[in-house]
């Protein structure tokens, strides 16, 4: 079954890379780019070589804490997933389980960023060079247990996403919880920036040995017990890294059997209602587009705590500008900027993350055309379904980027040019998703899978808004910037550039968007269904 499952998933890969073009460009990129990372990676090895036992420990052990927590992140905050070989696709096969799973887990394991991987967990051989041979094997075993558990990381993170994401009571404990725990963490995470590199660097000894007897840290830690001679803690270790191999893979058979019987739902169950797409102008004493425009904000509204799909790109859009804010944080020596660029990532990220918005109504978009909603209350409704959270979590990004910095005289500069971004985003969305859908993971599908044949179409569209929503936003950016290493008082002006230009410019977004729209209704509706 493992060779049959290799076979299969080679064969797919040769036909996508035939009939996409582009995936066999981004393809031929992703393994460039890991050439490239190389170089460095050996420099940064070799020097570890002539570091003590405990400073390779200590950064070996962070490190590749890091790359591993990334697998699980990564596939959660950025759609893209292969799920060519999705566990429920062999349901009506009736193949067990127990011979289905080792296939899955190799064949997963065929892509660029596992043989980065591998690659990586290979590197500490260098650093270990002058240890004894025996160090070395113990390496080389790690590296193949650091696949593994990258490879595991991923799959748990997804299907047990997929599954939590599928119920409306847990979609709702997801999102508070995860609410509380940004609120939390986030503060805690900036104010450790604020410690300086000496004095964060002061408590990497004790960050690492915690780590090290965790999955994340253990299979980076053991060889350099072995270097000290200590082959007890060594293989205690060593225990410790195939435990959260073996408990891993338990936890994702035990969610692939479930799911070849039960599928996680992922409707709206619990929450039927009247759509008022139809009804909504016979409903409302308004004119027929305000009561289209209404229903559309409404239903599209919804959808972010309806859809599994929407409610991963609100976490994503959320979660991934922090991550990135608190990650520059602990190595650029300027955490004031950073933590002011909060609202400016969560902007920019929300705005343009609705380029392909359409898209999402696949075959339920007849629905408008049905209704006869015009272009105007179709691009108005779902801009304005998105301000209404947006400009709250923009407004919160920026209260808390000024309160860590400490720099309240800044905010009305970091308010205004993330608001900016999220109007200029939203503009260009209103005009792309209708110029330039593609299609995406259907309502039933895993939320955090891509679309077969949607490569070419997918960098187009993400290339070309993205750069026209940073043109869009070049006043607003130019703003904060004299503001920031200025003077700050150019703040104020920045904020009324954001509200009211990006008003007008989202306005005029909505208006060429919805001529767009009624000229292209019908082939949009073709090339989602």
């Not at 200029?424 to 299609?439: I, K, T």
Request: aromatic share 8%; hydrophobic share 55%; proline share 5%.
């Amino acid at each position: 079954m493992v060779a049959t499952l290799v076979r299969l998933k080679l064969r797919i890969l040769g036909h996508q890379l035939r009939r996409e073009p582009w995936r066999a460009v981004m393809l031929g990129l992703g393994a460039f780019w890991g050439l490239t990372m190389l170089p460095s990676l050996t420099f940064g090895m070799v020097w570890l070589q002539s570091q003590s036992t405990e400073v390779r420990h200590d950064v070996l052990t962070i490190g590749g804490s890091l790359v591993l927590l990334g697998w699980a992140l990564v596939p959660v905050l950025v759609f893209g997933s292969d799920d060519s070989l999705e566990p429920t696709r062999f349901a009506t096969l009736g193949v067990p389980v127990e011979r289905l799973m080792p296939g899955l887990l190799v064949a997963g394991l065929l892509s660029v960023p596992a043989v980065f991987t591998t690659l990586v967990g290979l590197s500490p051989t260098i650093a270990w060079w002058d240890a004894d041979p025996g160090v070395r094997v113990l390496v080389v075993v790690c590296a193949v247990l650091t696949t593994l558990t990258a490879s595991l990381l991923a799959r748990l993170a997804t299907t047990g996403g997929a599954r939590l994401l599928g119920s409306r009571r847990a979609r709702e404990a997801t999102a508070v919880t995860g609410a509380l725990t940004l609120a939390f963490i986030v503060p805690s995470l900036f104010a450790v920036g604020h410690l300086g590199l000496e004095a964060a660097l002061e408590r990497v000894p004790t960050v690492s040995e915690v780590l090290s007897w965790t999955p994340f840290g253990a299979v980076w830690a053991a060889p350099a017990f072995a270097a000290d001679g200590d082959w007890v803690a060594a293989m205690l270790h060593l225990a410790v890294a195939v435990a959260g191999v073996l408990l891993g893979y338990w936890l994702w058979s035990r969610m692939v059997a479930r799911s070849m019987v039960s599928p996680p739902l992922r409707g709206g169950e619990g929450r039927r209602r009247t759509d008022r797409m139809l009804a909504g102008t016979r409903a409302r004493p308004h004119s027929p587009r305000v009561a289209a425009g209404l229903a559309i904000t409404a239903r599209s509204s919804r959808y972010w705590l309806a859809d599994p799909r929407y409610l991963t790109a609100l976490i994503g859009a959320i979660a991934l500008p922090l991550l990135i804010a608190v990650m520059l944080a602990t190595v650029v020596a300027a955490p004031e900027s950073v933590a002011l660029s909060v609202p400016l990532l969560i902007g920019g990220t929300v705005g343009w993350g609705r380029h392909n918005d359409v898209a999402f109504d696949g075959s339920a978009f007849w629905m408008h055309l049905a209704a006869g909603a015009s272009g105007i209350a179709d691009r108005a409704g779902r801009a304005i379904a998105v301000l209404l959270w947006g400009v709250p979590a923009v407004t919160a990004g920026s209260v808390a980027g000024a309160w860590i910095a400490h720099r309240w005289d800044l905010l009305p500069a970091a308010l205004g040019t993330g608001l900016g971004l999220l109007a200029a985003g939203l503009a260009v969305s209103a005009v792309s998703s209708v110029a330039m859908p593609y299609r995406v993971a259907a309502a039933g599908a895993s939320p955090f899978a891509t679309e077969m044949g949607t490569a070419g179409a997918s960098i187009l569209a993400q290339l070309l808004t993205s750069v026209i929503t940073g043109l869009l936003s070049l006043p607003v950016l130019v703003g904060f910037g004299l503001a920031l290493w200025w003077r700050p008082s150019v703040g104020w002006v920045v904020l009324a550039v954001g509200v009211i230009g990006g008003a007008l410019v989202l306005w005029r977004g909505v208006v060429i968007g919805g001529r767009v729209y009624e000229r292209r209704e019908a082939l949009v509706l073709a090339r989602l269904t």
